[in-house]
Nanobody
Framework: QVQFVESGGGLVQPGGFLRLSCAAS????????VGWYRQAPGKQRELVAS???????TYRDSVKGRFAISRDNAKNTAALQMNSLKPEDTAVYYC????????WGQGTQVTVSS
């Protein structure tokens, strides 16, 4: 069973930045598409960004130009650089494969507020 551990969240003011990290317990990143997801209070979980094993990236429209996803296949890690954060980015952020295949980790809380 693969487990994901997310870290790097916190409280940041609007316009600030954070870098999230994800570590997977199994050697899977070199094979599959990796995604960052988020779930805001009272809302469904949504895909934020994804990256193929070849490095092709996709983003939801609301984060394009502000977020950047990356991966290190050798280390089984992924990252999400989040710049120009907005209050609407407040959510718990998770990583998983795309489509979601393994159980969700605990996620990391991102709160954007002044």
């Amino acid at each position: 069973q693969v487990q994901f551990v997310e870290s790097g969240g916190g409280l940041v003011q609007p316009g600030g930045f954070l870098r999230l990290s994800c570590a997977a317990s199994g050697n899977i990143f070199s094979i599959y598409v990796v995604g960052w997801y988020r779930q805001a209070p009272g809302k469904q979980r949504e895909l934020v960004a994804s990256i193929t094993n070849g490095g092709r990236t996709t983003y939801r429209d609301s984060v394009k130009g502000r977020f950047a996803i990356s991966r290190d296949n050798a280390k089984n890690t992924a990252a999400l650089q989040m710049n120009s954060l907005k209050p609407e980015d407040t959510a718990v952020y998770y990583c998983n494969l795309l489509p979601q295949t393994f159980p969700w980790g605990q996620g990391t809380q991102v709160t954007v507020s002044s």
